[in-house]
């Protein structure tokens, strides 16, 4: 059962990224994020003949100075960050028109990082929050968390309604060290709102990444007829054209998407969007892809 | 309307296709749950009436496809109660009812605007002509195309006071196709009376080639009162006081009181009231009528209230004059004879005759010229002077009737009648043993209106050889009762018994005074035409004798109706106008005759629209002998209006959907 949102043929898609097995002195996972400090860990590991291409800010000048070859410190030791999973259940995340929801869809992706992070034995930890905390896994290394993180993931349900605003307040009594904070959600909020919320996440030295979840019908709804619409967070019911639908509901999605997508970047804030049509490894292949490439 | 393939209507069933996918297919109503509507805006999209109304639309659009298919297919048609114009060289025919019912209100001069609008109709290669009818046809215009010319024509056009025939318009339509030989469009304004029709419908048919376009001026039956009749003595003769008898007619009406009232000479003589009931007759008595010596003009009026006040007055003309002198001649003894005759002929108020009786021996001075006529009982011998007298009496446009007894019989000859005496026969008073008048010429007009003889018992009657003279009763032994014989200018007439009730007892029988009354009629020569005519009728204007004599008439308005030639030569005129018209005879008669428009034009119900049709009709050779309806005009199809119908609407439909197809094609994106 722990295993539902643990897809070998997704991970085994992704873990042909480069990604899992590396454990490095940046304790990071190549593309996966940025040391935001190098020299982070306190072991020492081993000398390793510089390549064309590594990090010269890994290098050790003493030894250059002594033999006038480049050799990079290689550290062991603890976890030397966190990942930490925000996961949005609102009742908006149980929407679907095709029979995976954004909140499994959500879930696939939190396991995944979780299951990522794991094997490079980061610390990951898990908050589960609609319109307030519903449940926090504490970031830790120990033996078992993958289990107690998928375990919470498995058991998230849909809320009630979402509220940026109170749960974030929390989160920063959470965030005891520097790492990655990965908001997973379908961010029904006006796009100033969102990025006032989240971008204190920042301020700790985190980098945060937005996971925008959201259902085809949402980006791009194709409605044949007028339909009575109920919305699932206030259950406010609205007759809508799909002359509407298809044209103006497009342009405000569309920018509301680019409103987000602009203003996390001006935040620093990483922003993904993620349709629940597209298979999880090719959503998550993309990002990571893009995110090497960057780095 | 109707209907060549009526079974493609079932196609109009289609309709429910897309009456089920606009209207049965109804909109969820069930909530479809949604993440958010945080980016659905109520204000604008709240109402999606006007989108329903667009659906609505190409719904009446699919809807109206379908009906106007099946429609198109079932080949509709009408039938026009309007004939079509002919298109195309044409003659135009523009005939105006001007009969005496066309006075009322405005109708004569609605006809002839509406005679002036046709001409818009005209062509420059058409030709037309105006006709004007009532009782007959008369051409106002030459055949042209220059409409100035056929206004002028329009504009004079009068009222008339005749009756209207379409018999006679059809015959001149006949004649006016025939020589035309091309298609003639014979327009027709007229109040479309129904006594207008002739009693034989094959008189309206039209020829091949005509279109009749009726234009009517009356669209319901008025109501109207009229004179009718009126019944007065044309001549009267003494003094005394004159019976008038007016009939009040009512033709579409209810049943209403009416104020009569006599005129005479432009004075109200009486005047009373009289119940009409509906659609029915009354009649009002005058006693009181005195008229004065000469000829009297006198009108019967009526208050009718109508809207056609120019039948309201009758007029008749009344001539007071001296009785008439008869001269009875008989032999002293026999006063009977006498008595019995007097009686019947002086019986009744206007007894026109007055009989002076005279013996044989009192005939050697009298002047037989101031007498009516000469009544001859039973004489055996007469002056021989008297019986020339008589003679040249006689040859000069007299009379004589002779009565032949027991003295009469022993002569061998009838005096003056010439004819020979063959035998005297008696008959016994008992038993059988008498003759009967056994057969009777009805159309003499002495024995015409006497009734039957066969109660009157002949006993003695006297056999006379006939010769070439008229035989108009016969005895039951086939003896000459009564017998009629021209001589010269006069006439003989000769009674094969006395009057004297001894050889018969016909003065004792209801029939002796008519037979006296008709015969001194006919012998006096007494004017018992009409007291008054209708418009249109012929007043015969002179006798054999007058022949060459000149005489004057002068019409109603005062002027004179005969040219020269015709005052000395014409039979008889025709009285074409209401009113008085004043004959001046050559022997310096005068006479008064009272005009009257035929009362057939006050009843104002018009021809039923299938009768018009009927008459339509006749041009293609049906209808006329009154059979085939309505449903002989030719169908109009007008199924290629529908298909242009179809194919608007088919493109409006095309469209419409196109848009909202649109929409959804963008949703594939």
């Known amino acids: ?20 097995a590396k454990t490095v002195v940046d304790g990071f996972v190549a593309g996966l994020h940025r040391s935001p400090d190098f020299g982070f860990s306190q072991e020492f590991a081993e000398y390793r003949a510089y390549s064309q291409g590594d990090d010269l800010r890994h290098v050790d000048w003493n030894v250059f100075a002594r033999t006038e070859r480049c050799y990079l410190k290689r550290y062991r030791g603890e976890t030397n960050s966190q990942l930490l999973i925000l996961l949005d259940t609102s009742a908006s995340m149980g929407y679907a028109s095709q029979p995976v929801t954004k909140l499994d869809y959500a879930r696939f992706v939190a396991a995944s990082l979780c299951y990522m992070a794991n094997g490079q034995r980061d610390a990951a930890g898990l908050i589960i929050f609609d319109e307030d905390v519903k449940n926090y896994v504490q970031p830790s290394t120990r033996q078992g968390q993958l289990f107690r993180l998928l375990h919470a993931i498995e058991k998230a349900e849909v809320g009630t309604h979402t509220d940026f605003t109170k749960p974030f307040i929390h989160f920063q009594n959470f965030l005891h060290r520097r790492g990655i904070v990965v908001v997973i959600s379908d961010f029904y909020e006006q796009p100033e709102v969102i990025i006032r919320t989240v971008e204190p996440l920042r301020y700790h030295g985190n980098e945060v990444i937005m996971f925008h979840i959201l259902d085809p019908q949402e980006i791009a709804p194709r409605f044949r007829e007028p339909l009575l619409l109920e919305d699932m967070e206030t259950q406010t019911k609205m007759e809508v054209s799909p002359e509407y639908a298809n044209h103006e509901y497009r342009r405000r999605i569309d920018a509301h998407i680019e409103a987000l997508r602009d203003q996390s970047k001006r935040a620093g804030m990483d922003y993904f969007l993620m349709d629940t049509s597209r298979p999880l490894d090719e959503g998550l292949r993309e990002y990571l892809a893009v995110r090497q490439g960057r780095y | 309307m109707g209907f060549l393939t009526p079974w493609f209507l079932a196609g109009v069933a289609a309709v429910g296709l897309p009456v089920w996918l606009h209207l049965l297919k109804k909109h969820r109503n069930v909530p479809q749950p949604f993440s958010s509507l945080m980016f659905f805006e109520r204000r604008t999209q709240s109402s999606i009436k006007h989108r329903r109304l667009q659906y609505l639309l190409l719904l009446a659009l699919r809807s109206a496809l379908f009906i106007l298919l099946a429609l198109a ?59 004007s009818f009532g009782a007959q046809v008369r051409m106002m215009s030459d055949v042209t195309n220059d409409a100035a010319g056929l206004r002028a024509g329009i504009q004079a056009i009068k009222p008339t006071d005749e009756r209207g025939s379409f018999a006679e318009l059809s015959r001149t339509l006949r004649s006016i196709a025939q020589s035309a030989k091309m298609p003639v469009e014979a327009h027709l304004f007229s109040d479309m009376q129904k006594s207008e029709l002739p009693s034989n419908f094959a008189d309206l048919r039209l020829a091949e080639g005509i279109v009749l376009m009726p234009h009517s001026l009356a669209r319901k039956r008025d109501p109207n ?23 009040i007619a009512g033709f579409g009406t209810e049943r209403a009181t009416r104020r009569v009232t006599l005129m005479l000479n432009g004075r109200e003589v009486d005047s009373k009231s009289v119940e009409v009931p509906p659609n029915g007759r009354a009649t009002a008595e005058f006693m009181n009528l005195e008229p004065p010596y000469g000829f009297n003009k006198g009108e019967v009026r009526i208050d009718s209230g109508d809207s056609f006040p120019a039948d309201d007055t009758y007029l008749y003309s009344v001539d007071r004059s001296d009785p008439r002198n008869v001269l009875f001649v008989h032999n002293g003894t026999d006063q009977r004879a006498l008595l019995y005759f007097r009686t019947a002929l002086e019986s009744g108020n206007e007894s026109e005759f007055h009989l002076d009786a005279a013996t044989t021996d009192q005939t050697g001075n009298i002047g037989l010229s101031k007498y009516a006529f000469v009544v001859l009982s039973d004489i055996a011998a007469m002056p021989g002077n008297f019986e020339n007298s008589l003679r040249e009496y006689v040859r000069g446009g007299g009379s004589l009737l002779i009565a032949l007894g027991r003295a009469a019989a022993a002569r061998t000859r009838i005096p003056v009648f010439d004819e020979m005496i063959r035998e005297s026969r ?46 108009a009763a016969r005895l039951s032994d086939e003896t000459p009762l009564l017998l009629d014989k021209q001589l010269g200018e006069g006439r003989v007439l000769v009674f094969a018994s006395t009057f004297d009730n001894i050889s018969n007892d016909f003065p004792i029988h209801a029939s002796f005074v008519p037979f006296v009354e008709q015969t001194a009629q006919y012998l006096g020569r007494v004017d018992n035409r009409q007291a008054n005519f209708l418009v249109g009728s012929y007043l015969e204007l002179r006798n054999a004798k007058e022949q060459g004599a000149s005489i004057e008439v002068l019409d109603p308005k005062g002027e004179r109706a005969l040219s020269l030639e015709e005052a000395t030569k014409a039979q008889s005129i025709r009285l074409a106008s209401a009113g008085y018209y004043e004959v001046h ?85």
């Open chain 1, 1 to 20: 059962m722990l295993q539902r949102f643990l897809d070998p043929r997704v991970l085994a898609s992704i873990s042909g990224l480069d990604l899992v």
């Open chain 2, 73 to 131: 297919f079932a080949d509709p048609f009408i039938r026009s109660d309007k004939p079509q114009a002919i298109h195309g060289r044409k003659m135009m025919v523009l005939a105006i009812d001007d009969s005496f019912s066309m006075r009322q209100g405005d109708r004569l001069q609605r006809a002839k605007d509406e005679a002036v609008a046709a001409l818009r109709g005209l062509n420059s290669d058409d030709r037309a002509q105006v006709l």
């Open chain 2, 225 to 247: 009162f009229t004179v009718e009749n009126v019944q007065v003595p044309r001549h009267v003769y003494g003094g005394g006081k004159v019976r008038v008898q007016a009939t």
């Open chain 2, 426 to 471: 008696y008959s016994g008073r008992e038993g059988e043993r008498f003759q009967t008048a056994a057969w009777l010429d009805t159309a003499h007009p002495s024995v015409g209106k006497a009734g039957e003889w066969e109660d009157v018992k002949f006993y003695q009657a006297v056999k006379v050889d006939p010769g070439k003279s008229r035989v």
């Open chain 2, 585 to 669: 005879r050559p022997n310096g008669r005068k006479e008064l005759v009272a005009v009257n428009p035929d009362r057939q034009e006050s009843d104002l119900d018009i021809v039923p629209q299938e009768t018009l049709t009927l008459w339509e009709n006749t041009a293609h050779g049906v209808g006329s002998s009154g059979e085939g309806g309505a449903g002989d005009r030719k169908p109009r199809e007008f199924w290629w209006y529908v298909m242009l119908a179809v194919l608007a609407v088919g493109i409006a439909e095309s469209l419409l959907g196109n848009r909202h197809l649109a929409v959804e094609g963008s949703d594939k994106d």
